[in-house]
């Protein structure tokens, strides 16, 4: 049973690092195409990376790629987004979900079945 949970969520300053992590996938870890989204107040719900599930393959937004890293973590069963040079425009809340099987190419939220309840990213100073 998939029951997923962030953790990493905090109030940074704007320039600061954090680094998301998404557990709780349950046995099937290896099967499961993984996508980081985020919300902002009054904002739709975005992609911000993905990772498909057998080559690894990565989709990163253009606001956020060279800036954040969306890494497999096969030994913990975890999925870890690591977030640099981070802007006020970052904030909102983050959300894990998967999909079984796909490429990181499909990285929309409509494409995911499976959420967890997510984390607050606040960049402010």
């Known amino acids: 049973q998939v029951n997923l949970v962030e953790s990493g969520g905090a109030l940074v300053q704007p320039g600061g690092s954090l680094r998301l992590s998404c557990a709780g996938f349950?046995?099937?870890?290896?099967?499961?195409?993984v996508g980081w989204f985020r919300q902002a107040p009054g904002k739709e719900r975005e992609a911000v990376s993905c990772?498909?599930?057998?080559?690894?393959?990565?989709f990163y937004q253009d606001s956020v790629s060279g800036r954040f890293t969306i890494s497999r973590h096969n030994a913990n069963k975890t999925v870890s987004l690591q977030m640099n040079a981070l802007n006020p425009e970052d904030t909102g809340v983050y959300y894990c979900a998967v999909r079984l099987w796909g490429s990181a190419k499909i990285c929309y939220p409509k494409a995911y079945d499976t959420w967890g309840q997510g984390t607050q990213v606040t960049v402010s100073s």
């Open positions: 990772i498909s599930t057998s080559d690894g393959g990565t």
């Open positions: 349950g046995p099937r870890f290896d099967d499961y195409a």
